[in-house]
């Protein structure tokens, strides 16, 4: 499972992307499995970021 964090400024977000099973048994099982290729995974972009709340917050800049 790969995992990136990212943050700027005060904002940030995680990224969470598993491979599949065939993928993770080439390395686990060779001697079963080595032979098979390896399947594509991943983010397939442009991915929407989308907020889970809002909210107002004070601000000290006038």
Not at 22 to 50: C, H, M
């Amino acid at each position: 499972m790969a995992r990136e964090e990212h943050s700027w400024a005060n904002h940030a977000f995680k990224s969470e992307v598993s491979t599949t099973l065939n993928n993770r048994l080439r390395v686990t099982r060779p001697s079963t499995f080595g032979s098979r290729s390896r399947q594509q995974y991943g983010l397939l972009g442009p991915v929407p970021l989308t907020p889970y709340a809002t909210a107002a917050v004070a601000s000290d800049h006038g």
